[in-house]
């Protein structure tokens, strides 16, 4: 077998299970319970913002899965290349937008913890 149909098989094989698992976080995140997954911790978190980080933890490798499947699958030379990119990388684009927003919530609270000591 070739290496470049084995990389071709690994890397769809890889893109769909990513795909599922953003599939069900998103639902989580969407339409998931508002109640405690471990209520007696110390910080509270919902099913829904567990969810959402863990979109935020998964957009690095979604992202190498989504540029695995573009490149082996050699969607450049398609007919539709816009279409076929935007919904290859879409669950990479919903992963990244949560990583983005953590980080940005993480920054600002810095900010705002910077701004009040003094």
């Known amino acids: ?5 084995t990389a071709n098989i690994l890397s769809n094989v890889i893109y769909f299970i990513g795909v599922l698992i953003v599939l069900c976080l998103g639902g989580t995140c969407l339409f998931g319970s508002n109640e405690a997954v471990n209520p007696d911790s110390m910080l509270l978190m919902t099913w829904r913002e567990n969810a ?4 935020a933890f998964g957009s690095i490798p979604m992202l190498l ?5 573009y490149k082996f ?3 450049k030379n398609c007919v539709h290349k816009k279409l076929n990119f ?11 937008a949560c990583a983005v927003f953590v980080i940005g919530v993480i920054c600002a609270g810095m900010v705002n ?3 009040n000591f003094w």
């Open 73 to 75: 699958n050699a969607i």
């Open 52 to 55: 959402f980080i863990w979109l």
């Open 86 to 96: 935007a919904l290859i990388f879409l669950p990479g684009f919903i992963c990244s």
């Open 1 to 5: 077998m070739n290496w470049t149909k």
């Open 65 to 69: 899965a989504c540029i695995a499947v």
């Open 113 to 115: 913890s910077m701004f």
